[in-house]
């Protein structure tokens, strides 16, 4: 059970990178989770869990880094210009 919720902490936590750019400033909270829970056991396994999401998307031709700077020049262009 806790490798199953690893694997699903693990999903979630790379679909939540691809929801908001700022998101993903969640990985402090979860490394210190980990350093209050004083083990590293469900770590290959998060990650293994994390992974299937970038690797989905880019498969899908999403790419992370020019949709950014896409979102930041819109940004400029609307509410922020």
């Given amino acids: 059970f806790p490798a199953l919720a690893a694997a ?4 979630l936590f ?3 990178c691809y929801l908001s750019y ?3 400033l969640m990985a402090a909270v979860l490394l210190a989770v980990l350093v209050l829970a004083r083990t590293a056991r469900p ?3 998060f990650l ?3 992974l299937v999401v ?3 998307f880019t498969l899908t031709g999403f790419n992370w880094w020019t949709a950014y700077h896409l979102l930041v020049e ?3 262009q609307g509410a922020g210009g």
Avoid at 8 to 11: I, S
């Fill in 8 to 11: 699903g902490g693990g999903l």
């Fill in 14 to 16: 790379g679909w939540t």
């Fill in 22 to 24: 700022g998101l993903g």
């Fill in 43 to 45: 770590v290959p396994v």
């Fill in 48 to 50: 293994l869990g994390a």
């Fill in 54 to 56: 970038p690797v989905a």
């Fill in 74 to 76: 819109r940004y400029y």
